[in-house]
């Protein structure tokens, strides 16, 4: 047997966690009014949990669940879309994002004992409360199949590494340009910066703190643009190219670069998760398919073709590390993914300007836009099922 190194090692305990299995008594959640007494259940009859999200807050505010594997139905009642996620301290331990307004999505997850948090919609807006009661679940799965998953996931955090350390020193150049007022430089700068970021977005978004720091959409504040708590890369991008001005950034800049070099040490801490890995590998190509398709992350710059390239190489990275094992469990949908990155990576080739980056997405047509949707729709789907082969859900 080949000898792991020491940062293989460290990713089997959360590849240990994240493979568990529930037993097979039925699950129960309930929630509990400010006095202490039970309300009605959220559990329906397969043993799934019911959440939904308004404006203001989640109903349920509180639920008690059994640890293992549930299924939690999330509706969304507000009148924008969403993200739901389930937080663990400062990490992000699942989530589902672009929930339209009026629909429904479904997330499956495996819970540890122990106190977790919900988002309810706005950032600005109040966290519920999940607890994980234990129930005594069991870990499946053998040492054999840990060792294969060990080493690329930790090629994995070293590619993540890479990224962050390019990252940061251009986000520095970045906020120097901003700060001394150099609006041209800053903008030149923006979409390079940002793609270092695009490709790691499934480590960066397990930080529920930095990321929406560093990546927030005016859309998750109740002021939008203006909102005070807005920051990050979209709100220095608004001042470039809506106010064309660099007043009252300078704060802005500096917070983003506290936050980015926090991003960097967090990360070099980090134990990642396996599921959350590969996982990750669809969350970033869904992100463009589901949102990102329509021009809404990067509304002032139209720099989003940069974006979509940054996701589909993270994407693309985290397929090739777990090759070996995507192939021994199902050819076919390797062989059907790598089609699909294929027209992709060949359908952006089409929009690089001759310094190497992309034309502003403003002056693709809605039929190149249609062209592009297509593959991105398929390989987002065909990513989708790489957890479920890998026994990771």
């Not at 089997?12 to 568990?20: D, I, K, Q, R, Y």
């Not at 041209?184 to 499934?202: Q, W």
Request: charged content about 30%; proline content about 4%; aromatic content about 6%.
């Amino acid at each position: 047997m080949k000898t792991l190194n020491m940062t293989a090692l460290s990713v089997l305990l959360a590849f240990g966690l994240a493979a568990c299995q529930p037993p097979e008594a039925e699950q129960t959640a309930q929630t509990t009014d400010g006095s202490g007494a039970s309300a009605a259940p959220a559990t329906n009859e397969d043993g799934s949990v019911n959440v939904s999200v308004n404006d203001t807050a989640c109903e349920p505010m509180e639920l008690t669940i059994p640890s293992g594997k549930v299924v939690f139905n999330i509706k969304n009642n507000s009148g924008r879309k969403l993200e739901w996620e389930i937080l663990k301290g400062v990490m992000v331990v699942d989530e589902r994002e672009n929930i339209a307004p009026g629909l429904s999505d479904k997330m499956t997850v495996t819970l540890l004992p122990g106190e977790y948090a919900m988002t309810c919609g706005l950032l600005n807006n109040p966290r519920g409360k999940l607890t994980v009661t234990d129930s005594g679940f069991k870990r499946a799965g053998g040492e054999a199949d840990l060792e294969k998953l060990a080493q690329p996931l930790a090629e994995y955090k070293v590619y993540v590494q890479k990224e962050v350390d390019q990252l940061v020193p251009k986000t520095a150049a970045f906020v120097a340009a901003v700060k001394a007022g150099e609006i041209e430089k800053a903008k030149s700068m923006f979409a390079d910066t940002r793609s270092h970021y695009e490709r790691i977005e499934p480590i960066a978004e397990l930080f529920n703190e930095l990321d929406p720091a560093i990546d927030a959409r005016e859309d998750d504040f109740k002021a939008g643009a203006k909102d005070e708590a807005f920051t990050g890369f979209h709100r220095i991008e608004y001042g470039l190219w809506v106010d064309n001005s660099t007043e009252g950034l300078a704060p802005i800049a500096d917070k983003l670069q506290a936050d980015v070099n926090k991003l960097q040490a967090e990360i070099k801490d980090l134990t990642f998760p396996v599921g959350g890995v590969v996982g990750g590998a669809s969350e970033l190509i869904e992100e463009v398919a589901g949102s990102k398709i329509s021009g809404e992350e990067d509304r002032y710059s139209h720099t989003d073709l940069s974006d979509f390239k940054a996701n589909v190489e993270g994407s693309q990275k985290i397929v090739e590390l777990f090759r070996p094992m995507i192939a021994e469990k199902n050819q076919e949908i390797l062989d059907k993914t790598d089609v699909n990155f294929k027209q992709v990576n060949e359908i952006l080739a089409k929009y690089e300007t001759a310094d190497g980056g992309y034309e502003t997405y403003d002056k693709l047509t809605d039929a190149d836009r249609k062209t592009l949707q297509a593959p991105i729709n398929a390989l987002a789907e065909d990513l989708s099922k790489l957890r479920g082969t890998l026994g990771l859900e």
